[in-house]
């Protein structure tokens, strides 16, 4: 999106027309920014991970941007969005200073892309636009006003606007994802049900899920006990766990998978996100906020409908 951004300048405009511009500078790697810094979950382990597995496309080129701690001085924090094809969000924590705010809301208008994965949805519940570009979101004191609650029925994206709380948790358990756009650039040649690997499930989020898109879902069975939450029990409900989102030109990829426990150490093991199906789906759905297309090929290891695979 490097030249959308600028499209005031009439050779910019006329790059972008061709199509040209969205690959960034031919030949060159599409930048991506991972900002982190603050989250409840293990943002040092969860953030390299973002930087090493889009390295590994060979696709991106990686910068790491990291804010203030938690209860510092976040007045001059203040990342060039502008710069970047792609930034993934891992932060999950204090307000970012509000003209840090207008220029990522004015880059995503612009035509940038957003990637973002487990615990993101806490963040943020009073900035409307990045509710709007997250779709849905949990906690953080959401209820209703937050937007309607967003299930997968009968085909479809179900929208609930009864009240109540946002958000349960679901004991951890490798559970079955159900792909439900298979012509989407982002699930093209992936299985239609792979099993992930020991998650969170995410259930009985709620956001406005303006032109958001459901690509895949799991089952919150009442099976399993619910935390964190109004509910005892899983919720029944096909939760959206892979979702895309249009917010003005930008392209967001956004999925509640991938727990790691905070204060989780560096290198550690997690089987939420060295499941090979979220590693793809992370590369994939970076690529696509980036460009809006997917070149990469399905993984041959990629997970099956009876075994979770690892990386
Ligand atoms: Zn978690």
């Not at 891992?90 to 970012?96: A, K, L, V």
């Not at 953080?140 to 609930?160: N, W």
């Not at 699930?187 to 969170?200: A, I, T, V, Y």
């Not at 766990?241 to 290198?267: E, L, N, Q, W």
Request: with cysteine; aromatic share 12%.
């Amino acid at each position: 999106m490097r030249y959308q951004a600028f499209c005031h300048a009439p050779l910019f405009c006329f790059l972008a027309a061709t199509g040209w511009s969205a690959h960034g500078d031919p030949g060159q790697p599409l930048k991506a920014m991972v900002l982190t810094g603050q989250n409840n979950h293990g943002w040092q382990v969860l953030s390299a991970h973002y930087k090493n597995i889009l390295e590994q496309t060979g696709l991106f080129e990686v910068d790491m941007v990291t804010s203030p701690p938690s209860g510092g001085d976040m007045s001059e924090f203040n990342p060039d969005f502008s710069s970047y094809d792609v930034i993934v969000i891992e932060y999950n924590g204090d307000y970012w200073p509000e003209s840090t705010q207008k220029s990522f809301e004015e880059y995503m208008e612009n035509g940038g892309g957003m990637v973002y994965g487990h615990a993101v949805n806490h963040t943020f519940r009073d900035w409307v636009a990045f509710n709007e570009m997250m779709g849905i979101g949990a906690w953080g004191g959401r209820d209703e006003k937050a937007g309607p609650y967003v299930h997968y029925r009968d085909g479809k994206i179900f929208l609930d606007n009864r009240p109540g709380h946002a958000g349960e948790c679901i004991d951890a358990h490798e559970f079955e994802v159900v792909t439900r756009e298979p012509d989407h650039p982002i699930m093209r040649g992936l299985p239609p049900l792979w099993l992930h690997g020991k998650d969170e499930l995410y259930s009985n989020q709620r956001g406005p899920a303006k032109n958001m898109t459901i690509l895949g879902t799991a089952y919150s069975d009442p099976k399993y006990e619910a935390h964190w939450g109004v509910e005892k029990q899983g919720t029944g409900e096909h939760e959206p766990m892979v979702s895309t989102i249009r917010y003005g030109k930008g392209r967001v990829f956004g999925t509640p998978m991938g727990h790691v426990d905070g204060g989780a150490k560096p290198g550690s093991a997690w089987p939420a996100i060295d499941c090979v199906g979220f590693i793809t789906l992370i590369q994939r759905g970076a690529e696509w906020a980036a460009t809006g297309e997917v070149t990469q090929k399905a993984p041959e290891d990629f997970p099956s409908e009876s075994e979770a695979k690892f990386r």
